[in-house]
Each structure stands twice: as C-alpha cells, then as structure tokens.
C-alpha cells in the first residue's frame, strides 16, 4: 500500500470508530487505557502503530504523560488524531526534576479538549529515582489539580502500597475518582483501592505464567472496575516478550481477561470500554 492509500484507509477507519465511539455498541471496541506512545521506540511508524490497533478493534488510546514534556507531546498527538487522548502528569520517578512551574503548567494543560486525566502520577519505592517525601509530595499535589479540574486520576504503584493506602485515605475528601494501573499488589491491595471507589487496570502482565496470583485477583474483583491496558512500549505479553508493546497487543490482554472470566472477548470489551467511558467521562464530550 502507498502511502496516501495507507493515510486515506486510516482516515476512514479512524471515521468509522470515532462515530461509534460513544452511540454505538454492536461492534468490538477496545481501550488501551495508558500508552507512551511519546517515548522514543515510537517515532517515524507512530501512524502504523495506531492502524494495527485499530484494525485490532481498539477505538481508543490514552496516550499517558510522564514529565511536562512529554504531557504536552501526549496533547499534540491527541489533537491530530481522533483515536487519541491525552493524560498529562509527572512520573513518580521523575518527581525530583519537576519544578513548581512544571506543575502548574500542567494544571494548565489539564484544561486543553483532549486532556482526559492527570497522571501519571503516584509512588515508586521500587526504583530509587526519587526520595519518597518528594513522591509523595507531588501525588498530593496531583490529586488536588484533578480534583480541583474533575478529571480522575492515573496512578502508578510499584512496592508502595503501604504508601499509597494511606495517603489516599488521608486525602479522601479533596481526592478525584482514577485509575491504578498495572495493577501489580496483593488481593488485599486491590480490595483496598476498589473499596475507595478506584478501578484497577491490567495489562501484558496478566499473560506471565508466573502471574498466578494477578490472574486470581482478575477473577475476583468486580469486573465494573476493570480496565485494560498496555503500558507500551514496556510490559509486552507473552508471546511478544522481548519485542517492543504496542496499543493492538490489549486484544490479547482482553482475550486472557475473557479466558478468566467466562467470557467472550466482545463481553470484555463492551464491559472494561463502558468502564473507561464512564471514567475517562470527558472522551465523550
Ligand atoms: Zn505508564
């Protein structure tokens, strides 16, 4: 296919999903709830790469901010193209580059069309990028811009749930509705969270054959707060470990979620993309 042939049919199937995007339901729709699709295995086949999802089901992307760069990258390539949003946020790890203006530069771009979330925001006491007070410090600080512009909130959590329960309950009342992704925790983590009214979100990690204990939590959690995802370029599943993630690999997390539950794929689908329109509410404005 030539070029302008492969623009033209991305052009007409991007048509089609946008106007099924939030009328219609009778066909599979998928969501890829968080994808760096900014970070730099992604580059010059950033089109392809969203075509394969497309043809793959997946109607829609959230293409994931981790630094103020990188936020307003996420917002320029929701503005071009329709399958896209935006979340813009400050990585955990990269909490102690981030100046006050970065923060309020992104509580500015919050307020862009595309921008459905803030985030990626959260704790990480697995990685040493970054002393926890200065974490924890610019999650509160996060939490308030999206409470403040009702937008949820997409968190990161890696070996810091006993950080992250509590100043959660702590900030309660001034705390936005979101999302943990890549839900990695225990049963009693997930309980936790669901229980302060987040979703849970999963992704490759569900197809590792170590992952008994994931694959546990994705039978018993109320499948109303479930979303999938891919974390690409990172967390490939299996089958494709090694290689590069990209957002048409969430059909195979959507299959091994099906395998789990009893269901079919186009009941996952109907289900986790009602979950992530209900969240991400500002993707059907
Ligand atoms: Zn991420």
């Not at 992604?42 to 992307?61: C, K, M, N, S, T």
């Not at 193209?81 to 992104?106: C, K, T, W, Y």
């Not at 909130?153 to 979101?178: S, T």
């Not at 890549?182 to 054959?209: K, N, R």
């Amino acid at each position: 296919m030539t070029n302008t042939k492969a623009q033209m049919s991305n052009a007409i199937t991007y048509k089609v999903l946008s106007f099924e995007f939030c009328h219609l339901n009778f066909l599979i729709m998928l969501i890829d709830t968080h994808a760096h699709l900014t970070d730099k295995k992604f580059g010059p086949d950033l089109e392809e790469v969203i075509a394969r999802a497309a043809e793959q089901g997946v109607g829609a992307i959230i293409d994931v901010g981790d630094s103020l760069v990188s936020s307003m990258q996420c917002i320029e390539h929701a503005t071009r193209n329709a399958m896209l949003f935006a979340s813009v946020g400050i990585h955990p790890n990269n909490a102690e580059q981030a100046s006050a203006d970065d923060l309020r530069r992104i509580t500015d771009l919050a307020d862009a069309p595309r921008v459905v979330a803030i985030g990626e925001t959260g704790l990480d006491f697995y990685r040493h990028h970054a002393r926890h007070d200065v974490q924890e410090e610019l999650f509160k600080n996060l939490l308030r811009v999206a409470a403040r512009k009702r937008l949820p909130v997409i968190m990161h959590c890696r070996d810091a749930y006993k950080g992250l329960l509590p100043l959660l309950g702590e900030m309660r009342g001034d705390c936005p509705n979101g999302v943990l992704h890549c839900f990695s925790g225990e049963i009693s983590d997930a309980e936790a969270i669901i229980g302060m009214g987040f979703s849970i979100s999963l992704g490759g990690p569900l197809t590792y054959p170590g992952n008994v204990g994931l694959r546990e939590i994705a039978r018993r959690v109320p499948i109303e707060r479930i979303l999938l995802e891919t974390d690409c370029p990172y967390l490939p599943p299996q089958g494709k470990r090694g290689k590069r993630n990209e957002p048409a690999n969430v059909a195979l997390v959507a299959e091994a979620l099906a395998g789990l539950r009893g269901m079919t794929v186009a009941e996952i689908a109907e289900v986790t993309s009602g979950n992530a329109k209900r969240l991400f509410g500002k993707m059907c404005d």
